[in-house]
């Protein structure tokens, strides 16, 4: 049952080959057995699964299923969940039970899905490898010694791993598409606005975006359809249509023009990376497409403006957490300011004070011009360049990242795990959405394809996602977990 797509899944169920206790059962037995080497959840919501999927085979049996139905699924920790742990993988929010549900869990929840638990992640979003989260870091089920990418690492090492079929990450620079890259699985970030944000710990609040990680573009369609819209309690979620990304997964691809821009194979490519990926591209010339190069002249800048922007916008977001609103509060204060001190000093871990305090100084007064404001200039720019490349092509392509997934402990310096997000930060600046997909292995590591689209184009994005994976067997491929964990 784990090895399957939640396609197979959802179908199976419908044929009464199995039931969503059945299926929900073996899952919650699989976090049992190899949770434990590889911590991609910090909460696991046995019972109220196994409730749900009860629900979820009453409704069947009732005739009332939906297409996604009794299908187990895993939330990032950064979604608010009603009555549940919500931490954002910090100790500021250790003891924080959500009083409501987000938006999108609440969705998933009405299409008559259901949560196995709340999956591990960096501090806040803030991190590239998982290793800045209080519960401790994950491991990459290709690798144990590997981590996993960030901050989305517990939802796509759960999706890896087959604990899940699938589960929601959130993406403010790069943090579904790079895990997904570095787990060997398919994950999306919508365009700014087509999922909303409403309950979903703010980390950077112009760039946050919500979507699927699972193990296929079909499935990643299945969910966002489920979470997309426009949303009254959230003003920058969008109000347009959300069409049936289904729909046109199977066009066929005669003619689509792909763009590769050529600062996306520059210095610092791992030199396996690029061949995985090019050799993807080669499949796509095989199905019909043209290939050019373009040019993004502004990516250069994008790590320097979003490590303004996204920072100045977590500490202004992350002043919330002060002990009397939010969050841990420290022992036996003497008086109010000790109480924030502590407090924040305490709850908070040693990146997410680096980033309150680059955002703070470049947004004070004296900095704010040289900074903030030139990022937002910058910002622009970078934005123009996507939108000039999409004159001339469909879709660009390029690597997730850089190299595959590092070693545990390998980039400790901070600017060279800012690196690590060069081909996925500008995305997020832009708005437009991106999609992971496997595309081969470097070092036994698996490697992403990533594919990006204008404004609102998730449905081409998730046509060519698919004809690749009828194309090739990358996503197919499963890590063997260890025996001593198996
Ligand atoms: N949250 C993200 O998308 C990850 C990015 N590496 C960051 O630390 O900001």
């Known amino acids: 049952m784990h090895d399957q797509t939640l396609t197979g899944l959802a179908a199976a169920l419908a044929a009464g080959e199995f039931s969503s206790r059945e299926l ?21 919501t046995g019972d109220a699964a196994l409730e749900a999927a009860d629900r979820a085979d009453a409704a069947r049996a009732l005739g009332e299923a939906g297409p996604l139905t009794g299908l187990p699924l895993a939330l990032k920790d950064i979604f608010c969940t009603r009555g549940v742990k919500t931490s954002c993988g910090s100790k500021m929010l250790d003891n924080f039970d959500a009083p409501y549900d987000a938006t999108v869990v609440e969705k998933l ?3 008559g899905t259901l949560s196995l638990g709340k999956t591990n992640m960096d501090e806040f979003a803030m991190g590239s490898s998982n290793e800045n989260s209080f519960y401790g870091a994950v491991k990459n089920p290709w690798d144990l010694g590997a981590v996993p990418g960030g901050s989305s690492g517990g939802s796509a090492a759960a999706v890896a791993a087959g604990l899940v079929p699938a589960a929601l990450g959130t993406d403010t620079g790069g943090s579904i598409r790079q895990p997904a890259a570095f787990c060997g699985i398919t994950g999306l970030k919508p365009t700014y606005g087509r999922v909303s944000r409403y309950g979903m710990i703010a980390y950077a609040s112009s760039l946050d975006q919500a979507g699927p990680m699972a193990r296929t573009a079909e499935d990643c369609a299945h969910l966002l359809g489920a979470i997309a819209g426009h949303d009254l309690r959230d003003s920058t ?16 691809l005669s003619g689509l023009k792909i763009g ?5 194979f520059g210095d610092g490519l791992s030199a396996e990376v690029e061949s ?18 373009v040019s993004l002249p502004h990516t250069h800048y994008a790590i320097p403006a979003y490590y303004v922007i996204a920072p100045a916008e977590a500490s202004s977001n992350l002043s919330r957490f002060d002990g009397v609103r939010f969050g841990h509060r420290c022992e036996n204060p003497t008086d109010l300011i000790d109480l924030y001190k502590r407090s924040r000093g ?9 980033r309150i305090l680059i955002g703070t100084h470049t947004l004070s007064e004296g900095f704010f011009d040289a900074y903030y404001k030139q990022a937002q200039k910058v910002r622009r720019l970078i934005r123009q360049d996507f939108l000039d490349a999409f004159e001339e092509v469909d879709v660009l392509m390029g690597p997730a990242s850089p190299t595959p997934a590092f070693d545990l402990g390998a980039n400790k310096d901070p600017v060279s795990m800012y690196l690590q997000d060069i081909y996925t930060i ?8 991106g999609i992971s997909v496997p595309a081969g292995f470097a070092g036994g590591r698996p490697v992403g394809l990533q594919i990006l689209g204008t404004h609102f184009a998730e449905a081409q994005l998730l046509n060519v996602a698919h004809q690749f994976q009828q194309a090739t067997d990358w996503h197919l491929r499963r890590p063997d977990l260890a025996e001593e964990t198996a």
């Open 109 to 111: 929840a009405a299409a």
């Open 237 to 252: 979620s969008v109000a347009r249509g959300v069409p049936d990304y289904t729909e046109g997964l199977d066009a066929p």
């Open 426 to 433: 500008a995305v997020n600046l832009a708005g437009i959405p």
């Open 24 to 44: 929900t059962e073996h899952l919650l037995a699989r976090i049992e057995r190899h949770d434990g080497a590889l911590n991609s959840f910090i909460t696991v």
């Open 260 to 264: 590769l821009p050529k600062e996306y």
């Open 346 to 354: 305490e709850g908070f871990g040693e990146e997410v004070k680096r």
């Open 276 to 293: 995985a990926v090019r050799e993807a591209i080669a499949v796509y010339e095989s199905l019909g497409a043209t290939v050019r190069e």
